[in-house]
Nanobody
């Protein structure tokens, strides 16, 4: 059974940093695109970042460019999201996604989803 488990969420003050992790198990994701999405209270889930299997050419939402960095370690079947200069509007449940093409992940139709980890940024 495929599992994506996010960790690293929590409460942080505005301007602070957090690093999210997504550990994949049940199959090897070294050849799969992976990505992050988030859903703020009362809003729809939105794309945050995606990374191809090779780790090259990451994709970011305009709202996080220059502040967030996506990376992956295929040997560990793990993906990361380094979040710097956090803002209150970054508060959301962050979801890991994996599988499918880069386009499939970016538009929100990956093969697999994690259950999410909550990030709260206080002002």
């Amino acid at each position: 059974q495929v599992q994506l488990v996010e960790s690293g969420g929590g409460l942080v003050q505005a301007g602070g940093s957090l690093r999210l992790s997504c550990a994949a198990s049940g199959r090897t994701f070294s050849s799969a695109t992976m990505g992050w999405f988030r859903q703020a209270p009362g809003k729809e889930r939105e794309f945050v970042a995606a990374i191809s299997w090779s780790g090259g050419r990451p994709y970011y939402a305009d709202s996080v460019k220059g502040r967030f960095t996506i990376s992956r370690d295929n040997a560990k079947n793990t993906m990361y999201l380094q979040m710097n200069s956090l803002k209150p509007e970054d508060t959301a449940v962050y979801y890991c996604a994996a599988g499918g093409s880069v386009r499939a992940v970016v538009i929100g139709t990956p093969g697999y989803w994690g259950k999410g980890t909550l990030v709260t940024v206080s002002s």
